[in-house]
């Protein structure tokens, strides 16, 4: 089993950042790779970002290109996500995910690709 809890959300002005944690229990950490989805209200779960076990490859959706970016210190069991230039679009809950398993390869935005999930952080991005 993993544990996954994240953090690091809240209230931000659109063009700020926020940068967010997930920390991760129940497994060793460098065993599984991890993303990081996010879901508005009415709408389907979406993928964000992802990154392999070692942290030597990333992938990014098309929507936070450029501006997220994906990060995990396998010292502090923890995966990151800082988020600049954020907009009212990116108010979401985040939620992170592992995946089982050191693949060269970094996961796929399916989310039935992925084996744990935390209960999510609220981010809200106002005008």
């Known amino acids: 089993q993993v544990q996954l809890v994240e953090s690091g959300g809240g209230l931000v002005q659109a063009g700020g950042s926020l940068r967010l944690s997930c920390a991760a229990s129940g497994r060793t950490f460098s065993s599984y790779a991890m993303a990081w989805f996010r879901q508005a209200p009415g709408k389907e779960r979406e993928f964000v970002a992802a990154?392999?076990?070692?942290?030597?490859?990333?992938a990014y959706g098309d929507s936070v290109k450029g501006r997220f970016t994906i990060s995990r210190d396998n010292a502090k069991n923890t995966v990151y996500l800082q988020m600049n230039s954020l907009k009212p679009e990116d108010t979401a809950v985040y939620y992170c995910a592992a995946k089982l398993g050191r693949r060269p390869v970094v996961p796929g935005p399916r989310i039935s690709e992925y084996d744990y999930w935390g209960q999510g952080t609220q981010v809200t991005v106002s005008t």
């Open positions: 990154i392999t076990w070692s942290g030597g490859s990333t």
